[in-house]
């Protein structure tokens, strides 16, 4: 969904302008003319298909938390009344998410995730795998973001048109990797540190039940407070990516540090769990299959990215540039790892950890392939004894103190080894 911000002196032309959008809405209807219809839904134990009674533009599918639910968007579609039940899937409930597409959101009995997701050769089904997970596979996948899946290119269908359409020109979205870059704070010549205080904007992240608070102004205040102090002892530079309330795209997070030139990067987070005793820091670095998954992509796009850790593989050929992005991707890794456990001992004294406290998953802000990077979950909004410290000052510059040191530290060992 795409917001709309008015200006106070147009404001009062703006709401007319709202009024007659609205009497139009209501003359011609909310669904599109033409619209391909959802004919039908099969449920197995192990996948989902849906069939259209004619092409559509694309599907996509992402996990959402408490409850449980897959949600399943589909672009040129309008929603049917097919459902079913089967393994995990307790229930499919389709909907109209807006006048081009529909929404299946299928409710889950148990945790469970999507896999592969493919169109039928005529286009007029798609397919999409579930599998069963456990609860951290869940949780990381529920804040992965959304998987998107296009038909063969022979039956890509354009937009519907037919009576009752309208069209309203907005400004042109900004194309990724051109949005503004933050500023850059501390001495000339330190290392950079980009540390991104997750969700923002229309995205609150989890809510916790003390006070109703959300995570993305617990993350906010953490990296600000972790900024302060890394200014503070001037040995690091360090940037935010968003310094505000506001939202920005997964990959776009890391993507501003690596055009920044940083050498590291952490991603802050607030985990959130149905039993309330769970509590404690958790630090996660990137998984070993998304390790592969995201080298295989690199090493088929064209030119590679040209540059990887300061190497230009523009010239090199498909074999050698898979070698060399694997190799960057595993030192990359394996720099994560040990961030890890230097955060754990370094922030150890002012932050509880879980005696787990390292695990590895697929978050999409950590697959920057030559950027060392963290996701730290810094305690849980669902315990009341890690939301006073989320959401208290004392708390917020005790997890910031211990951070800092961490990664004071890992520079100072960085320079060292290369003295």
């Not at 200006?7 to 703006?14: D, E, I, S």
């Not at 003359?27 to 099969?42: H, K, R, S, Y």
């Not at 079913?84 to 307790?90: F, H, M, N, S, Y």
């Not at 005529?122 to 456990?134: N, Q, V």
Request: glycine letters at 8%.
């Amino acid at each position: 969904m795409m917001s709309l911000c008015w200006t106070k002196g147009g404001q009062a032309r703006q709401y007319g302008t709202m009024s007659l959008l609205f009497a139009l809405f209501a003359i011609f209807g909310w669904q599109p003319a033409l619209a391909t219809a959802i004919e039908a839904v099969d449920v197995t134990p192990d996948r989902i298909t849906v069939q259209f009674d004619d092409y559509v533009e694309n599907a996509s599918a992402f996990v959402l938390d408490n409850p449980y639910r897959i949600a399943i968007d589909v672009t040129g579609a309008r929603a049917g009344t097919g459902s079913g039940q089967a393994g995990p899937i307790r229930a499919v409930r389709q909907g109209q998410y807006d006048p081009q597409t529909a929404r299946l959101v299928l409710d889950l009995a148990r945790p469970a995730i999507f896999g592969n997701g493919s169109f039928s050769a005529d286009g007029r089904s798609f397919t999409l795998d579930i599998r069963p997970a456990s609860h951290i596979q869940f949780a990381s996948a529920a804040t992965a973001g959304r998987a998107s899946f296009l038909p063969p290119m022979a039956f890509r269908a354009r937009p519907p048109r037919g009576r009752g359409e309208l069209t309203v020109r907005l400004p042109r979205a900004t194309p990724p990797g051109q949005t503004s870059l933050p500023t850059i704070q501390g001495p000339r010549g330190r290392p950079l540190v980009v540390i991104d205080a997750g969700h923002g904007g229309h995205d609150p992240g989890s809510i916790s039940p003390f006070g109703n608070r959300h995570e993305k102004d617990a993350t906010l205040a953490i990296a600000r407070a972790t900024r302060d102090a890394l200014l503070a002892s001037g040995r690091v530079r360090v940037a935010l990516t968003r310094d505000d309330d506001r939202f920005l795209v997964l990959r776009e997070r890391y993507q501003i540090a690596r055009r920044l030139g940083a050498e590291l990067f952490i991603s802050i987070h607030a985990d959130s769990a149905p039993n309330t005793d769970a509590n404690g820091a958790t630090i996660y670095t990137l998984s070993e299959v998304a390790s592969d998954r995201e080298t295989a992509q690199l090493a088929r796009r064209e030119n590679s990215a040209d540059i990887i850790n300061g190497v230009n593989l523009g010239g090199a050929d498909s074999e050698v540039r898979s070698i060399l992005i694997d190799l960057t991707r595993r030192e990359t890794m394996n720099i994560s790892a040990r961030f890890a456990s230097l955060l754990r001992r370094e922030a150890g004294d002012t932050v509880p950890f879980r005696a787990d406290y390292h695990r590895s998953a697929d978050f999409g802000v950590l697959t920057a392939p030559d950027l060392p990077s963290v996701l730290f979950e810094s305690g849980y909004l669902t315990n009341a004894a890690d939301a006073r410290r989320l959401f208290s000052r004392d708390g917020q510059r005790a997890i910031a103190s211990g951070l800092a040191d961490a990664i004071e530290t890992h520079f100072a060992r960085r320079t060292a080894s290369t003295d």
